[in-house]
């Protein structure tokens, strides 16, 4: 038991450690994914301050394999989604809308459905409500893992990768269509 402590508080610090503060996320359930209330506005990240995005790819919902790579030279907004969360519901609809206005620009849209108990209910919801821009079925949070330097980890979140492929911006929690149309402006404005 006595060999055990110092492990058992250092696990405990860890976890204070995440889920304390302004940018809380809720690790206390059991490893699992849960809408968290978060600040609406995201950081935009500097030009000089970006770091490259880690590879990532997988299944996309309904089938097929797809890759990051795919996304060499365009802007891209990577959402975090699922239809079991309440605000994504509301942000996937109108994410549509951007994407309808600005996906001849090169600015690529990617969903990520996690947490999703069954494929089934991710589709139906894409469908019906007509999304159109492609959604990876990741129902253990593989990308997000990826994304560890990032909080992508609520849900939702949104990431928005410049033609660099760097990472531009983060939003934690549901993003307003002006906010993701105006880093969208400044980053079609770069180079």
Same mark, same amino acid.
């Given at each position: 038991?006595?060999?055990?402590?110092?492990?058992?508080?250092?696990?405990?610090?860890?976890?204070?450690? #995440?889920s304390?503060?302004a940018?809380?996320?809720?690790?206390?359930?059991?490893?699992?994914?849960?809408?968290?209330?978060?600040?609406?506005?995201?950081? %935009?990240?500097?030009?000089?301050?970006?770091?490259?995005?880690?590879?990532?790819?997988?299944?996309?919902?309904?089938?097929?394999?797809?890759?990051?790579?795919?996304?060499?030279?365009? /802007?891209a907004?990577?959402?975090?989604?699922?239809?079991? #969360?309440?605000? #994504?519901? %509301?942000?996937?609809?109108?994410?549509?809308?951007?994407?309808?206005?600005v996906?001849?620009?090169?600015?690529?849209? %990617?969903?990520?459905?996690?947490?999703?108990?069954d494929?089934?209910?991710?589709?139906?919801f894409?469908?019906?409500?007509? /999304?159109?821009?492609?959604?990876?079925?990741?129902?253990?949070?593989?990308?997000?893992?990826?994304?560890?330097?990032?909080?992508?980890?609520? /849900?939702?979140?949104t990431?928005?990768?410049?033609?660099?492929?760097?990472?531009?911006?983060?939003?934690?929690?549901?993003?307003?269509?002006d906010?993701?149309?105006?880093?969208?402006?400044?980053?079609?404005?770069?180079?």
């Amino acid at each position: 038991m006595r060999r055990m402590l110092p492990a058992v508080l250092a696990s405990a610090a860890l976890l204070t450690g #995440c889920s304390t503060g302004a940018g809380a996320v809720d690790v206390s359930n059991g490893g699992q994914f849960r809408f968290v209330a978060a600040t609406p506005a995201g950081e %935009v990240i500097p030009e000089g301050d970006r770091a490259s995005a880690p590879d990532f790819g997988g299944t996309l919902l309904g089938g097929g394999d797809w890759n990051s790579d795919e996304l060499a030279g365009q /802007i891209a907004v990577l959402n975090f989604w699922g239809s079991w #969360c309440p605000p #994504c519901r %509301v942000e996937t609809p109108q994410f549509q809308e951007v994407y309808t206005e600005v996906r001849d620009e090169d600015v690529a849209f %990617v969903g990520l459905n996690v947490k999703e108990t069954d494929e089934q209910f991710a589709q139906a919801f894409v469908d019906s409500e007509g /999304i159109e821009f492609p959604s990876l079925y990741d129902p253990a949070g593989e990308v997000a893992l990826a994304f560890r330097d990032y909080p992508a980890n609520a /849900i939702p979140s949104t990431i928005v990768l410049d033609r660099e492929g760097r990472v531009a911006a983060v939003y934690t929690g549901e993003v307003a269509q002006d906010d993701l149309r105006a880093v969208l402006d400044r980053l079609l404005g770069e180079g």
